[in-house]
């Protein structure tokens, strides 16, 4: 691996060692300033923030700043107006940038979170229950920050935490007991999960008209957490078969979750009497109307009254409150996390509050230990109003999938290709997925958004079906270009569709720092649009198979071959596949 720093990083080291010999100590180590511009690559605005304080004019500063960085540096720098400074990038150094990514794999991109933990808590769908369009954005925005700070070097450690515990397993376990000859055991996984998604909302129907059945179905709770054999066998069975049709779920998003990476609730069941124990000791907990919670000086509902976190229900069973208590303990003491992402929607902004200032008081979550919830916001329907079916209900995800897979093949009926028979419906595939994962991803995490089948397969504006046949074009380049290898001439003039190329390629690692550190992908995505039209004017100014001399041939294909190289990996870093050809 070889690391190559950014041009904007030699730009800001080269100000931080000119700034270093003008000005006074205390002031010396200030933020340089340096930003892309439309006068020049960049623009250093520090001497116009520093002049004062350092007792100069600031065009006098900025002089000074610019006579070091022209004797001692490669760049072209001139002083604009009160004092800003401009620095061009010379077209060698911008060629060797383009030489030396592409010597790399990894395209020059450092390991900057080598030596972290990271758990990633994403995914999390209920037991018995199919996923829906809610679980869409907890399962496409985990799984891209998890790629996103495994490329940095960061030990990444996925978690879905299964929800498999609990009042609502008595019930259906009950309703499952009672009707035998339901066929539910029948057929494939997704086939099954589907059936006792139906049940589980009957059993719930006959949970809340009937008493008696409601009182059967508590008994069987005692019997499931009592360790009752048939109880159990039957839980296990639900878990299996689950567990089975969400993988085959995951596997078909081109998510990165296995089984290796469940994290039950129930696991976590016999270690929570002991957990509210320690909590009652440390003064921490209280009985409160009979349950055992915990109250926050800063936490208060609508009308000023405390708003707990209940460790230990009236009824001396625990939640899910008590169970993420208990996990996020785990992560810290057992796995070693140093940060902890919990990738969950936005109404759940409160409990996390909760638990983690809990967390903090224990000692569970010790200050050098980051916990953080991701929240995110709604998927809409057309209109902009709560995404139901027709009849009202909740829209299964892997309906979704399939509407976004016809509308690429119907696009792909319009257009011009070679595909036939099973690549072509691996590349339908392929950009159906994609496209529901790039529509989620590209918006920010906090807001909502509308999910529109025909905008989404669109091969027009920020979608991701332009960006994978932005990929395959490039590649369709290389491919006419033969196998003849790619040898960059520095000593080329650069063409300004060639400069503004090679600066954005060049920011790609930057750009996935600030998704690692700002946790959004949407800024991944803002790039890569950003560099698929790049490469459309450039290669539209700049003849790449035709170019007039074999040297700016060479040099083209090289910014072709690094481009195709960009955007898979950048696609990759997503979770989007980047078919060779469409």
């Known amino acids: 691996m070889t690391e190559v720093l950014a041009v904007n990083s030699l730009a800001e080291h080269a100000m931080t060692a000119a700034m270093a010999r003008v000005l006074p100590r205390e002031l010396a180590g200030r933020d340089p300033l340096v930003r892309p511009s439309e006068h020049a690559d960049f623009q250093s605005n520090a001497a116009m923030a520093l002049a004062g304080p350092a007792g100069l004019a600031s065009r006098e500063l900025a002089e000074r700043l ?68 809610g679980h869409l954005r907890s399962n496409v925005i985990g799984d891209a920050l998890a790629r996103s700070l495994s490329f940095l070097g960061a030990d990444v450690i996925r978690q879905n935490h299964l929800g498999d515990w609990g009042t609502q397993f008595g019930m259906l376990i009950q309703y499952l ?3 035998p000859e339901h066929p539910w055991r029948d057929g494939a996984a997704g086939t099954r999960i589907s059936l006792l998604d139906a049940l589980y909302k009957t059993s719930r129907q006959a949970f809340e008209a009937d008493p008696e059945f409601a009182e059967r179905s508590r008994r069987r709770v005692v019997a499931l957490q009592g360790g009752d054999p048939a109880t159990v066998a039957v839980w296990q069975e639900l878990v299996e078969v689950s567990g089975e049709a969400f993988q085959q779920l995951y596997d078909r998003l081109g998510l990165l979750i296995t089984p290796q990476d469940t994290d039950s609730e129930s696991s976590y ?32 509902g609508p009308e000023g009254a405390p708003v707990p976190l209940i460790v230990r229900k009236q009824d001396g069973g625990f939640g899910y409150q008590a169970s993420d208590l208990a996990t996020l303990r785990h992560r810290v003491r057992d796995l070693g996390a140093d ?27 010790p200050a050098g230990v980051e916990a953080k919830h991701v929240p995110f916001g709604t998927v809409m329907g057309p209109g902009g109003k709560p995404f139901k079916t027709r009849s009202g209900g909740t829209v299964r995800l892997a309906g979704l999938l399939d509407s976004a897979v016809d509308g690429v093949r119907a696009v792909m009926a319009e257009k011009s290709h070679e595909l036939s028979g099973a690549e072509l419906e691996r590349v339908a595939e392929a950009a159906g997925i994609g496209a529901v994962k790039y529509a989620d991803l590209s918006t920010s995490w906090a807001r909502n958004y509308v999910f529109d089948i025909d905008q989404m397969v669109s091969l027009n504006g920020d979608t991701g079906v ?12 290389l491919a ?12 080329l003039p650069l063409h300004p569709a060639e400069r503004a190329l090679v600066l ?79």
């Open 66 to 133: 610019r006579q070091l960085l022209a004797e001692e540096t490669a760049f072209t720098v001139s002083v604009a107006g009160p004092g800003f400074l401009n620095l061009t990038v010379p077209d060698a150094l911008l060629w060797g940038q383009v030489e030396q990514r592409l010597a790399d794999p990894r395209l020059g991109a450092g390991l900057p979170l080598a030596g972290s933990r990271v758990v990633v808590d994403y995914s999390g769908p209920n037991i018995a229950k199919e996923m829906h369009v």
């Open 177 to 179: 007991t009672e009707h």
């Open 269 to 300: 069941n016999e270690e929570l009497p002991g957990l509210a124990e320690e909590l009652i000791e440390a003064g921490i907990a209280v009985e409160s109307a009979g349950a055992l919670c915990v109250f926050f000086e800063d936490i208060l």
């Open 339 to 365: 940060r902890i992402l919990y990738v969950v929607d936005a109404r759940q902004a409160l409990h996390f509050k909760m638990v983690f200032a809990a967390a903090r008081r224990a000692g569970w979550l």
């Open 466 to 477: 332009y960006l994978l046949y932005a990929h395959a074009r490039v590649r369709s380049i």
């Open 480 to 491: 006419k270009a033969g196998e003849a290898s790619v040898v960059v001439d520095r000593s």
């Open 504 to 582: 954005l390629l060049d920011g790609f690692e930057g750009t996935v720092r600030e998704v690692a550190r700002e946790l959004e992908p949407h800024r991944l995505c803002g790039y890569l649009f950003a560099l698929a039209k790049a490469f459309t004017e450039f290669y539209g100014a700049c003849p790449v198979l035709k170019a007039p001399t074999p040297g700016l041939r060479g040099n083209r294909l090289a910014l072709c071959e690094l481009t195709a190289a960009t955007l898979a990996r950048g696609l990759d870093l997503l979770g989007l596949e980047a078919p060779e050809r469409i």
